[in-house]
């Protein structure tokens, strides 16, 4: 398997854009979490899915930020619009039952907003 | 409310000089403590994952421990390639919210 994969690795923006991050995760795998990582707030979750429905969002910041899994291969988190304090990196996770709740990350999207 | 302190924030060794991480929890019937490595520019690594008190997972030069408030990760003899930032997490009752602490980051110097 790949691994769980992650576009755009980088992604430079200005303030008011949208900014559509993807993730497909681990086949096979029915949880998938999106976190951002600062310097100041370490690793934070931000949503969880299962088996595609979204579980608890408790941890989205704002009403600005959104996330969908329309299919068990795919999922989006979306930021519209983004502010300067969205720069972060974002990653993506996935993991289930079978993996003992091993998480496996993608390798992140590193998002700066201007 | 559930919570994960680590510390300490960061650590320097000289290679073979063994040292401790501690990870400090708390959270509503803990389902498991799980260990990460992360290295700059990449995603969390899965190291361990520990289910109850008194129990002890092993890797090549590192171990990990678990009471019931606290969890070490025990480095025996580190090398260069050890350097790393480690991340403890826990995960409570009827949820897959994993909490994570900030992290330790560790510097072995040759």
């Known amino acids: 398997d790949a691994g769980v994969i992650q576009s755009p690795r980088h992604e430079v923006t200005e303030m008011g854009q949208e900014v559509t991050l993807r993730c497909k995760p681990i086949?096979?795998?029915?949880?998938l979490f999106w976190y951002r990582q600062t310097m100041m707030r370490g690793l934070e979750l931000l949503i969880y899915f299962n088996n595609n429905v979204p579980i608890d969002d408790s941890g989205m910041p704002e009403d600005r930020f959104s996330a969908k899994m329309p299919n068990a291969s795919f999922s989006t988190l979306k930021i519209q619009p983004s502010e300067p304090r969205d720069s972060a990196v974002y990653f993506c996770a996935s993991t289930s039952l079978s993996s003992y709740n091993e998480q496996f990350f993608g390798p992140g999207t590193r998002l700066t907003v201007l | 409310e559930d919570q994960v302190t680590q510390s300490p924030e960061a650590l320097r060794l000289q290679e073979g000089e063994s040292s401790s991480l501690n990870c400090s929890y708390t959270v509503s019937g803990l389902r498991g403590l799980f260990w990460y490595r992360q290295d700059p520019g990449k995603g969390p690594e899965f190291l361990f994952t520990l289910y109850s008190a008194g129990e002890e997972k092993e890797k090549e030069r590192l171990k990990a421990t678990l009471t019931k408030k606290e969890s070490f990760l025990h480095i025996t003899a580190p090398k260069p390639e050890d350097s790393a930032t480690y991340l403890c997490?826990?995960?409570?009752?009827?949820?897959?919210?994993?909490?994570f602490g900030t992290g330790t980051r560790l510097k072995v110097l040759a």
């Open positions: 997490a826990v995960i409570g009752s009827g949820t897959y919210k994993y909490i």
């Open positions: 086949s096979g795998h029915d949880y």
